[in-house]
Structures are given as structure tokens and as C-alpha cells.
């Protein structure tokens, strides 16, 4: 396997994307992962800024966070410092960029173990934090604010077979 | 002829569990009345216009008044709607579109159709790769 690139200088030209392009909402989702230290969670945010700058990028299938950097191998040896996105991120993104990946993953990953209890059920999501769920949705908005989240990311546990849909 | 269009994202085909169907979802802001929720819509080439269920409605403050709701129909049959001009957000884009709402109209997805929709992202369905490709229209 080819050796990793380290940026561990400032490096703003040696970024694989172009800065301007990363959204606030995904500075917030890297500084996450960095903390977090799942391979799957840095990866995936990783590819979502990285889909956001609009320039495509070959993402290994390996990871590692060593020091505040980010690190991602494989035959296209990319290699981003945490750090160094922070440091690109201007302060005058859009503040309504939606992108809900970590929302999105969440629901891939987690909302089958809701299918036995709280299919047809309303579900409120921040990040990778399930906030409330039930089966009033105006209740459900209610109990997610009063517990400090305004603006979650909601959708409904499905409810019956798994048909196609044709509109 | 040839068109070349210049898709600047993608989008993975994503699913909503338990059900297993790779879909074009996409995660999309309702906002109307200062207030603002994000869900997923479905891109929807075969759906005329954008719609969401009428559970949305009472939380963004739009009053289905009875009589002043228009027909709609697809291959389930006909149904009914209530269309306000609300504000949808999808990726960095945000703007001003006419939303059906109405009970047919699944719950864990509204269907970003046609109309204002289409016209304001350039979108292709990379289906092989199983992804969206969009880019915001200037």
C-alpha cells in the first residue's frame, strides 16, 4: 500500500477541494469524527465535504486519526489535517446549507431497530442523536425543541410491506 | 445533437429501514411562517409538481381550509391537495416553491417533482452507480 500523505502544515494549497466550498455544516461534521475516531464516521464525512467542494476525489477504504489529523489511504493517498479544513472554513457560508448527512446515515444504519416498536411513528433526529420519537408529529417537533433541538431532521419509521413505489 | 451538462455533486441512492429500496433521496427544508423542519424527498422525475404530507401543514402554519383543496392524481387514483408557496431548501440552494400537501402522500418522504423543482437543479439518475447527480442552476 502506498504510504500516506501527512499535511501537518497550514498546507491550504495542498487541500484536495476547493476551500470555499466547505460548508460550516460539515466543519461541524469533521470536527465530529475527528473527535469520534470512527473510521466509518470520518469517512463519511470526508466524502460529504469533499462531494460539496464539486471536485470528485478517489477516498480510501482506510483511515486513522493520529493527532488531530485526518488521514485516509489507499492507491489515491489522500490526505487532509483536520486542522487545516478548520482553518478554510470561512465564516460567511450560507447558515441553511442542508445536507443531513449524519442524519442520513443514521436512518440507514439504526432505523430498522425501531420497525418492531415504532413503525408509523414520527422521528426526530439531530446529527447521530435520536431526539424523539411518537406518533403525533406536532408533539414529536415539540418535545425535540423543548429538549433544545428546533430544527431536527425528521421522517416516519416505515410502516408495511416493502413495495415498489410508483408515485 | 449532444447537451453536456456539468453535474458539480452527487448523491448516494440512500434507504429508509426497515424497507431496503435504494431511492434518489435527497434531505430537504420546509420552510413557511419562520418556521423550518428538513425530512427526505424523493426525486421525482414523474411527479408533476412537489408534494408533502398534510401532517407537515399544521406545524408550518398553513391551514387546510376546507374547499380549497385541488384534485391530483396518479395511478393510485385521485385525491386531493392543499398548495401554499412555501420556501424548500435542498443542498445550499434555497428557494420558493409551490407544495402541495395532502394524505396520500407518504409520510417518511415527500416527492420533489417537476415543477420549480427541476428547474432549479440540473439532475441526472446515475442508476448503475446507484447516486443522484445535480448541480444547482444559475
Known sequence: ?167 | MTTKVNYGGTEPYSIIPPHRRLRPYVAVRLQSNGKYWDTFGLVDSGADIVMFNQAWAGPLGLVLTPGAEEAIGGIGGSAVAWFFNIHLTVKSKRFASRVGFGSTIPREFGLLGREVFFDTFNLGFDNPGLRLLYSARA
Open chain 1, 1 to 167: 500500500m502506498t504510504q500516506p500523505q501527512q499535511f501537518t502544515a497550514p498546507g491550504r494549497a495542498r487541500l484536495p477541494f476547493r476551500p470555499a466550498f466547505v460548508p460550516r455544516s460539515n466543519v461541524t461534521m469533521l470536527q465530529s469524527a475527528a473527535t469520534a475516531g470512527t473510521v466509518s464516521e470520518i469517512r463519511h464525512a470526508l466524502l460529504q465535504a469533499v462531494s460539496m467542494s464539486g471536485v470528485a476525489v478517489i477516498v480510501g477504504s482506510t483511515a486513522a486519526v493520529n493527532h488531530g489529523q485526518l488521514i485516509v489511504t489507499d492507491s489515491g493517498s489522500l490526505a487532509v489535517s483536520v486542522l487545516d479544513v478548520l482553518e478554510v472554513a470561512p465564516d460567511s457560508l450560507p447558515a441553511d446549507v442542508v445536507s443531513r448527512e449524519a442524519e442520513m446515515a443514521w436512518v440507514r444504519d439504526h432505523l430498522s431497530d425501531f420497525a418492531a416498536d415504532h413503525a408509523g411513528e414520527w422521528i426526530a433526529l439531530d446529527g447521530s442523536e435520536l431526539i424523539a420519537l411518537g406518533k403525533d408529529l406536532s408533539a414529536v417537533l415539540a418535545r425535540a425543541a423543548g429538549l433544545g433541538h428546533p430544527h431536527p431532521f425528521v421522517t416516519v419509521v416505515p410502516v408495511g410491506p416493502d413495495v415498489p413505489f410508483i408515485g
